[in-house]
């Protein structure tokens, strides 16, 4: 399969712990976008990367939230200190910049629950 | 506030007729429209998409349609199938593969 893929699927932790989640976008493709989805929402933009460049992060995106994407292949991101209102699924995109207008090809998703 | 709108949080539709699933957008610096189906514990799915220079993209049983005077465009499924029941997401970006700004969605149920 070569489409977008994160890791992990799942991950329950307490208030207050550190978490970190990988997304590997499609292997030609040169933009990775995070976004975020609550219950009843549609995806919101966290932060994107041209490469390993990160070009925007959202105002949703809290000093607690860091992403990287080290050699402009897989990327990370950290929650720092979780707090209950992170609970949410955290979703990766990927997409290839040639101009105009693109589609974005998302992964399954890591759902994040913070007791 | 929502730059992106879907009205109608739900549709029901019976199997063979068409779902027609609408959205409302206000900033019109977007330029790209496209559509998203999803299931529940997956990723969006990528559907179909269509560019302010157009007015109409068709790909099988899927038509978008833009009407940008109106800042509107709905997405037409013809004939609908039970497997099409899922949530889906209008987004819109201002091209050049920049982050998408998505609706709330909407449930599509074809009943058989």
């Known amino acids: 399969d070569t489409g977008v893929s994160q890791d992990p699927r799942h991950k329950i932790t307490k208030r207050g712990q550190n978490v970190t989640f990988r997304c590997d976008p499609i292997?030609?493709?040169?933009?990775l976008y995070w976004y975020r989805q609550t219950l009843g929402q549609g995806p919101e933009f966290l932060t994107y990367?041209?490469?390993?460049?990160?070009?925007?992060k959202s105002r949703l995106l809290s000093d607690r939230f860091s992403a990287e994407r080290p050699k402009g292949s897989f990327s990370t991101l950290e929650i720092q200190r979780t707090e209950q209102g992170d609970s949410a699924m955290y979703l990766c995109?990927?997409?290839?910049?040639?101009?105009?207008?693109?589609?974005?090809?998302f992964g399954p998703g890591t759902r994040l629950t913070v007791l | 506030d929502q730059q992106v709108k879907q009205n109608s949080p739900s549709l029901s539709v019976q199997e063979g007729r068409i779902s027609i699933l609408n959205c409302d957008y206000t900033?019109?610096?977007?330029?790209?429209f496209l559509w998203y189906k999803k299931y529940p514990a997956e990723g969006p799915t990528f559907l179909i998409s269509i560019s302010s220079i157009k007015d109409k993209n068709e790909d099988g049983r899927f038509t978008v349609f833009l009407n940008k005077s109106a800042k509107h465009l709905s997405l037409h499924i013809v004939p609908s199938q039970p497997g099409d029941s899922a949530v889906y997401f209008c987004a819109a970006s201002k091209g050049g593969n920049t982050p998408l700004v998505f609706g709330k969605g909407t449930r599509l149920s074809v009943i058989a």
């Open positions: 995109a990927s997409s290839s910049y040639i101009g105009g207008g693109s589609e974005q090809f």
């Open positions: 990367f041209q490469n390993e460049a990160q070009l925007e």
């Open positions: 900033n019109s610096m977007f330029d790209y």
């Open positions: 292997s030609e493709h040169n933009r």
